[in-house]
């Protein structure tokens, strides 16, 4: 069976760059890589097909002499490298795919040991607060007390009782990554012994254990915005644990929950409550002073209001979370009827019935909304 061209194989014209050879070889690759498509053996002859093409056309001396010759040309080359044969070992992944490649498949440079070594972010904490119901509305400031992780005193976040700080792990000399190969791969193995790091504290600190850091009570002033909500996550930056090897700290997320009010409820930026009001005050209307968030307050109560009825005070609401504006105060009021009546209440109520007619007859709901609309 003849073999398919190199150029072909790979999708590319005879006059590539070496830079889209490269792109190329690295689609075919990453689109037929056997831990992409296991048990597939079409895609893997694909993967070895295409491999060997980069292999032959990435040298220039053996692109040149199967330019010339064609497959003759470059006879010691086949697929059969793919399992360790000839050229394998010779194309260097990390170089083609970088870090990302060698995350995907854990192969691969240097890249993971210069990670390694670098310093890392502390961890963001969290601290959940509860507030009272007027906090939310009015704001509040409060101290808080947590623990977070700081750098330790005693060997100054170095880690080591002398503050000679680590030195190099003999494991993988200082790389974070332990290299082997494996047929066609190079393959690149955090480092048991120093966890990644690439360095290894001879004489830990006491107080720490090499660690660099040490749990510590941090007291905090939590300065809570009028109009805050629910679950409402004030962040403070730089405030959470401290990072290793003298990384930079985490943040702090203070998260707000409210405690519910005794008659007040609220939706948004307004409050809700329900009022009783008598049937005198609903048939003739009247002002009545009712409770509000922060003082009393006058409710007008129209004549002939109906039961149910819902009148707004416009402002006496939440404020807009670092807006202007505030939200307002729905009253429902519900018509109280008294349950027992002096014989002088009773008279005066049998006298305005007598002067009253309402004809009793079953009607749909949406007929009684209507009606209510009329009195109103």
Known sequence: MSKAD??????VQRDVSDQDLKSAYRKQALKYHPDRNPGDHAAEE???QASEAY???SDQDKRA?????????????????FNGGPFAGSVDIS????DL???????????????GQRQQRGDDLRFDLTINFEDAIFGSETEVKLRRMDPCESCKGRGSASGRGPSACSQCNGRGQVRFQQGFFSVARTCAACSGTGAVISDPCASCRGEGRAPKELKLNVKVPPGVEDGTRIRYSGEGDAGRSGGPRGDLYVVLSIKPHDFFERTGHDLHCVIPISFPQATLGAEIT????????????PEGTQSGKQLRIRGKGVPFLNERGTGDLVVQVVVQIPRKLSRAQRELVTKLAESMSIENKPTSPSLIEKMKDLFN
């Open 6 to 11: 190199f150029y072909e194989v790979l999708g």
């Open 46 to 48: 694909k993967f070895k």
């Open 55 to 57: 292999q032959v056309l």
């Open 65 to 81: 002499a199967y330019d010339r010759y064609g497959h003759a040309g470059v006879g010691g080359a086949g697929p059969q490298g």
């Open 95 to 98: 170089d083609l795919f970088g």
């Open 101 to 115: 490649f060698g995350e995907m498949f854990n192969v691969g440079g240097t890249g993971g040991a210069q990670r």
């Open 290 to 301: 009712i409770p509000a968030i922060g003082g009393d307050v006058t409710l007008k109560v």
